[in-house]
């Protein structure tokens, strides 16, 4: 498959798994339970955008009964458990960021937690750091959920529909059942191994003969959709407590491989965590984003502010100096990322410091327009500590993006994921449990330090998810992003604002287009577009070993399009190398 490249390129950065998604929606039959009237129809009644048509269906649902973004958005998150069960979903987490119409930023984190019983020696097995590979399978990956307490706490503060009626969708999806689709079929092939590790997935996605289900074969999960309408009754409480939470400890601590202690007390305990934005100017916008837990929003603000001495515009997105320039800040924000980032409730992460336009001015000054930076150290932002020793970057795979905006223009952008293809590969009640826990760094010492993201007791691993806003020079909301596929994602959402704002591309354009990102010890260049064109020029501006490699990015976005008379519409965009749709009420 085209995505294995990644392994022979960059073991541990850069490997992408297919995640799939699919056809039309199914036919629908009524909700579960009564939904409020709808308001009469207005111009602009909002869109959504997933990586599954029926995802961004469930979403416009929702908008269309009057809910706000955040009631969408949840909606997309459980419709997506059921169609693209490989890359997140209730057994994972995310994180969210909310825009208002008046320019009020939230952002909410549902980044899964380590066990009572995680030491940094978690992944140490008879004297031994275990491999990436070997650590994933299995009880020891799995992380607390919190997709759960994110959704409620989210539907808490903005929602406007019943939490119940965010659930019909999915509980159609599951009971009546749905299509495998292209990307789902490979997905499942790829990832075998993990995909059909438990006996209720083999049931779910495997034939007689223990082969993966074809495309087109329709599945139905009758115990998901029995998961999802007691949570729909119940709340989310109904997950972490009583009868599920029992049955998620005893599947992670009984998993035939790494079985692990995970108890009921861990799950009750977990809690979502209303976060800071971390919100920069780029230009004339203001751009935010999920701060630490997530490393995403401050490596794109870095890299943003480090280019905004150059003139992109002028440039184009022809221009090989303009993807040097880009990459090459990517290139700094990244060795920041790996030095710097990690859970803020147990690591003094220096965000303050790292997101100061003076130390990211310093930073853009090793910046050259003619030759690459021969030393990509991490700097020194205020605030930084010495105690900890600067690790390199973890593979991250399973992910999904989705973004709603509703009647009122307000936003609302979702990066959930379950880590990798099918997260650990156990399943409880119809979805897949994460294996979040392989986001920290599996040896925690590094040089004779230990280093900010291994792995503690109730801490969140670091991630790469970047939910986007950004805000015009009016106040008005101009562009809702994100992406999936790990370390790629800082870099498709870079290239979405990039394009959107500083080349005039459409949102749809501007994710379309190829892709030259930083990888270990080479410039990744997208196979298969004009811009593979561009590696003898690149190599010229001193990249030693270019590489054109096919990339199966994943990225969404909605952008405001101005019209005349000061009216304009919401315009939503997928990216054309997943199965990825928009939809409107």
């Avoid at 996605?205 to 029995?226: E, H, Q």
Wanted: with cysteine; proline share 9%; charged share 15%.
């Amino acid at each position: 498959m085209a995505f294995r490249f990644v392994r022979s390129l960059a073991p541990a950065a850069l490997f992408v798994f297919a995640q799939a998604c699919a056809p039309l929606p199914n036919a629908a039959r009524p909700v579960t339970a009564l939904a409020p009237e709808a308001p009469p129809a207005s111009e602009d009644m909002g869109v959504v955008t997933a990586a599954d048509p029926r995802a961004a269906a469930a979403g416009a649902e929702m908008l269309r009964l009057g809910g706000s973004a955040t009631d969408a958005a949840i909606a997309v998150m459980l419709a997506l458990n059921v169609v693209e069960p490989q890359s997140s979903g209730i057994g994972g987490g995310g994180f969210l960021v909310t825009a208002s119409a008046a320019g009020d930023v939230q952002s909410f984190d549902g980044r899964e937690m380590a066990p009572a019983a995680a030491t940094p020696d978690w992944f140490i097995v008879d004297g031994k750091v275990l491999s990436h590979s070997d650590a994933v399978p299995g009880g020891r990956s799995v992380g607390v959920p919190g997709n759960l307490r994110l959704a409620a706490m989210a539907h808490e503060r903005s929602g406007k529909l019943p939490w119940r009626v965010l659930f019909g969708p999915a509980i159609r999806l599951a009971a009546d059942g749905f299509a495998i689709s292209p990307r789902l079929a490979s997905t499942l092939a790829f990832a075998s191994d993990i995909a059909g590790l438990d006996p209720a997935a083999r049931a779910l996605y495997f034939g007689a003969d223990g082969a993966p289900l074809p495309v087109g074969t329709m599945v139905r999960n009758p115990a998901l959709a029995a998961t999802f309408e007691k949570i729909a009754a119940n709340g989310a409480d109904s997950f972490y407590l009583g009868d599920n939470a029992k049955a998620i400890a005893a599947k992670v601590g009984t998993a035939p491989r790494n079985p692990a202690p995970m108890s009921t007390a861990d799950l009750a305990g977990y809690t979502a965590k209303s976060r800071d934005p971390v919100c920069g100017r780029y230009r004339v916008w203001r751009v935010c984003s999920m701060g630490p837990p997530s490393a995403g929003g401050i490596t794109v603000l870095q890299t943003l502010g480090e280019l905004e001495r150059f003139d992109l515009k002028a440039m184009g997105p022809a221009s090989p100096t303009a993807w040097h320039l880009i990459a090459e800040a990517e290139r700094l924000a990244f060795a920041d990322r790996d030095a710097w980032l990690a859970d803020p409730d147990f690591a003094p992460v220096p965000t303050a410091g790292l997101i100061d336009p003076a130390y990211i001015a310093a930073r853009s000054a090793l910046i050259s327009e003619t030759a690459t930076i021969t030393d990509t150290a991490p700097g020194k932002p205020a605030g930084a500590s010495d105690k900890f020793a600067v690790a390199g970057p973890i593979p991250e795979h399973g992910t999904t993006h989705f973004a709603a905006v509703d009647r009122w223009g307000n936003a609302a952008s979702y990066t959930s994921t379950v880590e990798s293809a099918f997260g650990s590969g156990l399943m409880v009640g119809g979805y897949y449990l994460n294996n979040e826990l392989t986001d920290f760094n599996l040896d925690p010492n590094r040089n004779g330090k230990p280093t900010m993201n291994r792995i503690e007791a109730g801490k969140r691993p670091r991630s790469s998810m970047s939910p986007v806003v950004v805000y015009g020079p009016d106040g008005h909301l101009r562009l809702i992003a994100g992406a999936a596929g790990g370390y790629t994602i800082p870099p498709q959402v870079i290239r979405v604002i990039i394009g959107t704002l500083d080349w005039n591309l459409s949102a749809r354009d501007a994710i379309a287009q190829g892709i030259v990102m930083p990888a270990p010890g080479a410039l990744a260049v997208e196979a298969g577009t004009p811009l593979a064109a561009m590696v003898p020029a690149l190599q010229a501006l001193g990249h030693t070993r270019v590489v054109a490699v096919p990339m199966r990015l994943k990225a969404n976005a909605i952008e405001w399009v101005p019209g005349e008379n000061g009216k304009g519409h919401w315009v939503g965009a997928a990216d054309p190398r997943s199965e990825g749709a928009t939809a409107s009420p």
